[in-house]
């Protein structure tokens, strides 16, 4: 049962824990009138390869203005990282047990221009609750709070860096299959597309048993 209302930022392939919060709540909304945050989940995801975890990071482009909102940064293609994220995702799942049953799926993120970092970020999402069989309302925020008061407020607790992270009472780590397993241990809360490749339909009853069970009432 949902503990009330939350806000999340927008976040590229985003981290499991993340993905938790679509199942959890059901009243949640994705902020689009922040500025834009860099070296965070908004552009960046945490994979897996052959030698340990890698960050993928989406380049923006540098505007005149110092403040950018997040739904108008713009995506930079004057390195072609988009190629060398599809290279990357690629070689580093190709061997996992559900890769030909999804790769075609991401595929066409990879191959055309997207001209904003949000609506790359939305689409995506959109697919990823799609293949986790999640059934959530995708809402966007109307205004900026810079203090949410009506429920939990994930924009800057769920963060790649460890010091930035908050304590989250409502997600607990569980493991499950990874390729890497034998050579690494196990890695948790790593993008999503982590646990899709791996897990494939088991996706979802995994993202279910990271989330504790609530109090009656709550």
Request: net charge neutral; with cysteine; charged share 20%.
């Amino acid at each position: 049962m949902s503990p009330g209302k939350a806000l999340v930022s927008t976040a590229y392939l985003p981290p499991i824990q993340y993905i938790t919060k679509f199942i959890l709540f059901s009243d949640i909304a994705i902020e689009q009138h922040e500025n834009y945050n860099k070296q965070s989940y908004r552009n960046r995801c945490v994979i897996l390869s052959g030698n340990g975890p890698l960050t993928l990071s989406i380049p923006i482009r540098k505007e005149h203005t110092a403040k950018i909102p997040v739904s108008k940064a713009r995506l930079d293609y004057d390195t072609p990282w988009n190629r060398i994220h599809w290279k990357t995702l690629k070689a580093a799942y190709h061997c996992s047990p559900f890769y030909e049953y999804y790769i075609d799926s991401f595929a066409p993120f990879y191959d055309r221009r997207f001209e904003y970092l949000f609506e790359f970020n939305q689409k995506l999402l959109s697919l990823v609750l799609d293949l986790c069989h999640i059934e959530a309302e995708i809402k966007t925020t109307s205004g900026y709070e810079p203090a949410f008061s009506k429920g939990i407020d994930y924009r800057e607790n769920i963060h790649p860096k460890p010091a930035r992270q908050a304590t989250d009472h409502l997600f607990i780590g569980h493991a499950y299959t990874q390729v890497f397993y034998e050579k690494f241990g196990f890695v948790p809360n790593l993008s999503i597309i982590d646990l899709l490749f791996n897990e494939g339909p088991n996706a979802y009853s995994i993202l279910k048993s990271h989330i504790p069970e609530l109090p009656r009432g709550e």
